[in-house]
């Protein structure tokens, strides 16, 4: 059974970092893409991050709002991926999830695939950012 579980959000002042994780179950975490969503109250999800299965190189792609700020990685011993979130804003406050996907949609408009929504999905993690 595929499974996917994030980790590591919380409360943190502007300027702080956070990492989130997310344990995978129920496949080979480098065989699949790995998306990071965002979604904040009131506003539609939004793809933060992207890092393609080790058949196309591990290709990340990162939206413009936070290029330079967060980095996505992925452990396949711990089965785990992995957003590194740095000088983090207010406006980086949403719930935050992982999600796989079984292919590569190697190009800047990765998030929009409308198959994401048929992919697998963690249950959320909570980031606000305020001070």
């Known amino acids: 059974q595929v499974q996917l579980v994030e980790s590591g959000g919380g409360l943190v002042q502007p300027g702080s970092s956070l990492r989130l994780s997310c344990v995978v179950s129920?496949?080979?975490?480098?065989?699949?893409?790995i998306g990071w969503f965002r979604q904040a109250p009131g506003k539609e999800r939004e793809g933060v991050s992207y890092?393609?299965?080790?058949?196309?190189?591990?290709?990340?792609y990162y939206a413009d709002s936070v290029k330079g700020r967060f980095t996505i990685s992925r452990d396949n011993a711990k089965k785990t991926a992995y957003l590194q979130m740095n000088n983090l804003k207010p406006e980086d406050t949403a719930v935050y999830y992982c999600?796989?996907?079984?292919?590569?949609?190697?190009?800047?408009?990765?998030?929009?695939?409308?198959?994401?929504?048929?992919?697998?999905w963690g249950q959320g993690t909570q980031v606000t950012v305020s001070s």
């Open positions: 999600a796989a996907l079984g292919w590569d949609p190697n190009d800047s408009s990765w998030s929009e695939k409308p198959e994401w929504d048929s992919g697998s």
């Open positions: 129920g496949f080979t975490l480098d065989y699949f893409a």
């Open positions: 890092i393609s299965s080790k058949f196309t190189d591990s290709r990340t």
